[in-house]
């Protein structure tokens, strides 16, 4: 099946540095990437959508110069939190959408995010 | 706008069957799935099933939808302790072109 690599798989970063986020589809080349932050026990909820080559469509009320997201390439998309903050501390989980009919969206495995 | 519920927890005993329901809003839907996270994880896609379907089976698992009363239900049948997980249901809508998913239900598997 679909792969969706994530790197860190954790990270803890000292409040007002910026934490850098890879989200990787390993065997098959993503048309669209996207990225979800969790909170404990909530659903997920979409921060942004990125294509290849074009700017990331954020979702109302996320900031876009908070997150910033950069799709190089069909395969790699990254995500970067600058100057994080405690509230930031969350699980990021990217996903890639396959270009097939079904529309199907792999995940990666999450990054915990803990700022201190 | 598009909405996707769930119910939050349910409980079975090992071996019997579970019946994760799903009701969704979306007249544009296409597709629904059923996810699943374990504790720590991402999300496992585990099966979906097309809007102009009733019925799709895989396995142990077997996906019912109602499009009249835009109703989805997960069937996994003898269920192990394995299985224990939290499942979302998720909604590709058509208008939008982004899955919209469900609260999560929190399946205990007791031995």
């Known amino acids: 099946g679909a792969v969706v690599s994530q790197h860190p798989s954790w990270v803890i970063c000292k409040s007002g540095t910026s934490v850098k986020i890879e989200c990787r589809s390993l065997d098959f080349q993503a048309t669209t990437m996207f990225w979800y932050r969790q909170f404990p026990k909530q659903s997920l909820m979409l921060m942004a959508t990125s294509n290849e080559g074009s700017k990331a469509t954020y979702e109302q009320g996320v900031e876009k110069d908070k997150f910033l997201i950069n799709h190089a390439s069909l395969t790699l998309s990254t995500l970067t939190v600058t100057s994080a903050h405690p509230e930031d501390s969350s699980f990021y989980i990217c996903?890639?959408?396959?270009?097939?009919?079904?529309?199907?969206?792999?995940f990666g495995p999450g990054t915990r995010l803990t700022v201190l | 706008g598009e909405d996707v519920e769930q119910s939050l927890f349910l409980s079975v005993r090992e071996g019997d069957s579970s019946v994760i329901n799903c009701t969704y809003t979306?007249?544009?839907?296409?597709?629904l799935y059923w996810y699943k996270q374990e504790p720590g994880a991402g999300l496992q896609l585990l099966t979906y099933?097309?809007?102009?379907?009733d019925m799709k089976q895989d396995q142990r698992l077997t996906v019912l939808l109602n499009k009249k009363d835009k109703h989805l239900s997960l069937r996994i049948a003898d269920t192990q302790t394995g299985d224990s997980a939290i499942y979302f249901c998720a909604d590709f809508s058509g208008n939008t072109g982004k899955l919209i998913f469900g609260q999560g239900t929190t399946l205990q598997v007791k031995p």
């Open positions: 099933i097309f809007s102009n379907m």
């Open positions: 979306d007249s544009s839907s296409t597709y």
């Open positions: 996903s890639a959408r396959i270009a097939t009919p079904y529309n199907e969206q792999f």
